[in-house]
């Protein structure tokens, strides 16, 4: 019934002129930086030349990609995802989903491996821009293996805060908007709260700060540096935010 209903999902999305719209303008943007980004390295050859240990072009090129490509997700996120429950309520069709015989967990996971299958194509289309160099240059794959893993769990953790907000209101556009004051806020909020616990060496606190923010556990990836840590918080995040959209479901419908 997951499969079904993510299934579903994902067909909503290839034929919502909403998605496409974001998928072109997010190919865009990280294929604008990618060329920058390229024909920066091209230039710095010479200079690079001459280091004994000079940076590569996963370094130089394909990670700002996918940094941007973090960055763009904080926008287009919660607009993906603004119509997985607040559509479905709008439109009166949350109820018949509802009167099925499935459990809110499993609507819940359909929705959102919906949602997280689409984000993983535009990762992977992030990946074919720096493997198209491979035949020219000698690329990292362990960093680059890691960015990718980094950029699927900030998806999935951006996917599931979005899915969570999307329950609470039954105006799609209130829904995008919540979502991403809900990511902005964690990241900022996040950050502030990691760094003053640090300083006070509050470590432990300090370490469970980070699993409530998306763009920290990104960073060690970004890196080229396997944090299982990081992961960990990454996962613990996502069930987090999935479990309140799956109470929150179940809270309505026992209230009709």
Request: proline share 4%.
């Amino acid at each position: 019934m997951i499969a079904t209903i993510a299934g579903k999902e994902l067909k909503s999305l290839f034929a919502s002129p909403l998605a496409w719209v974001v998928l072109t303008v997010t190919q865009l943007v990280m294929g604008y930086v990618f060329l920058r980004r390229l024909d920066d390295f091209l230039q710095l050859q010479s200079q690079l030349a001459r280091l004994a240990n000079p940076p590569g072009a996963t370094e130089l090129v394909a990670a700002p990609v996918f940094g941007t490509a973090a960055g763009v997700f904080l926008f287009t996120v919660p607009l993906l995802a603004m119509r997985l429950i607040a559509e479905e309520r709008r439109n009166q069709t949350l109820v018949l989903i509802m009167s099925a015989p499935v459990s809110m967990t499993h609507i819940v996971l359909g929705k959102f491996l919906g949602l997280l299958a689409f984000l993983l194509l535009t990762v992977a289309l992030a990946a074919l821009m720096p493997l198209s160099l491979a035949a020219a240059t000698n690329l990292d794959y362990g960093l680059l293996a890691g960015l990718v893993a980094g950029l699927a769990l900030l998806a999935a953790s951006f996917a599931a805060v979005s899915l969570f907000t999307s329950c609470l209101t039954v105006h799609p556009v209130a829904a995008a908007v919540g979502s991403f004051a809900a990511l902005l806020l964690m990241m900022l909020a996040g950050e502030a709260a990691i760094e003053g616990l640090n300083a006070r060496e509050w470590l432990l606190a300090a370490s469970l700060a980070q699993v409530l923010s998306p763009i920290k556990n990104f960073e060690p990836f970004a890196k080229g540096v396997l944090d299982t840590y990081a992961v960990a918080c990454a996962l613990l995040l996502v069930v987090f935010f999935l479990a309140l959209a799956a109470r929150q479901l179940e809270a309505q419908r026992l209230k009709g």
